[in-house]
């Protein structure tokens, strides 16, 4: 089935992941707020619309890349929104990071209109974007996984189906949660070792051999920050965002979880201040302002 592309956020992952569908061939037409982003997706070959209905009138599937579970309510939900102006028999994407009870309301908002939804987030860093390297944490039926493989496919090198509707926002919650705490335990080990008098190179090197390394020095850091590149990226202040929706889910499950607590102070102490828009890399710049390092 030819499928007519709805993709509303071209933000820092929106605009390389709709660019990719654009140029495998995917008929596309882009929507956000921001014209300047709107232009670029534009200028490869997309069709513009001018709002969220103009965006889903012609379209099959809409995939949504927005920030917060606001954002994706308003849009998916709202008076003016998909639901309202999308076809019965179509799909809707949502690769937003959003907390389960966000995916649950407008899964079922969708499934009553005949339409059908997979929660698609992403994993892995924009460059991986750029590069059509994403990874996808999919909830979906069956059906819905068979219509959206392609397209996620076309965007990413690892597609997993983590279950039914839901199960891809979930598993992403717990994704970040580990993402989020290993960059400020990775800012925190750098800046100790920086006082105490060990190279970069060193530390990278020798925490890259043992159970220590992980992405966030190895792969973020070294691309971001060390290298003075702080522009997001994954900002501060969606990664703020993440962890407390994590936070969240574990409180209603009662379940206590003190790492994660203290790593929610330190970003939140970081977001407060000058760091929100900067990339969470920059969590180790932050550290060390504080430590007048
Ligand atoms: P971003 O802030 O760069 O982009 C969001 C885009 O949505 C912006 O261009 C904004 O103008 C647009 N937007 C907001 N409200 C809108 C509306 N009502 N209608 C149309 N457009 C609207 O964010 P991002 O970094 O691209 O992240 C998007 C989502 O992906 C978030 O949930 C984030 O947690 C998740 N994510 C981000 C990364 C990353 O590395 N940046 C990685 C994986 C997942």
């Known amino acids: 089935m030819s499928e007519t592309i709805a993709f509303i956020g071209l933000g820092a992952m929106g ?17 956000d707020l921001d014209q300047g982003k709107l232009d670029k997706l534009v200028a490869l070959g997309a069709r513009p619309a001018g709002d969220v209905t103009a965006a889903v009138r012609d379209a099959t599937v809409v995939i949504t890349m927005l920030p917060a579970p606001p954002q994706v309510r308003e849009v998916i939900l709202g008076g003016a929104g998909v639901l309202a102006g999308l076809r019965p028999g179509s799909l809707v994407i949502d690769m937003s990071t959003v907390d389960p009870q966000t995916t649950d309301t407008v899964a079922a908002a969708c499934l009553e209109k005949g339409i059908a939804f997979v929660d698609a987030p992403v994993g892995r860093l924009v460059s991986h974007a750029e590069r059509g390297e994403s990874l996808f944490m999919v909830g979906a039926s069956d059906a819905g996984f068979a219509r959206a493989e392609p397209m996620l496919n076309a965007m990413g090198t690892t597609v997993h189906r983590c279950g039914p509707e ?67 990226g994954f900002t501060i202040d969606l990664a703020h965002k993440d962890l407390m929706l994590a936070l969240t889910a574990a409180a209603q499950q009662r379940l ?13 102490a970081a977001r407060g201040g000058a760091y929100a828009q900067r990339d969470f890399s920059a969590l180790l710049d932050y550290a060390c302002d504080i430590a007048g390092v």
């Open 166 to 232: 839901g199960a891809g926002t979930r598993m992403k919650i717990v994704n970040n949660y580990l993402a989020v705490i290993g960059a400020q335990l990775t800012a925190e080990a750098i800046l100790l070792g920086t006082k105490l008098g060990l190279p970069v190179d060193v530390m990278k090197a020798v925490s890259g051999g043992t159970t220590a390394t992980n992405g966030q020095f190895q792969i973020n850091f070294a691309t971001k920050v060390l290298k003075g590149d702080t522009a997001p």
């Open 256 to 268: 206590g979880l003190p790492v994660g607590l203290a790593a929610a102070g330190a970003l939140g």
């Open 15 to 31: 605009l390389p992941m709709a660019s990719n569908l654009v140029r495998k061939n995917f008929s596309v037409i882009g929507f």
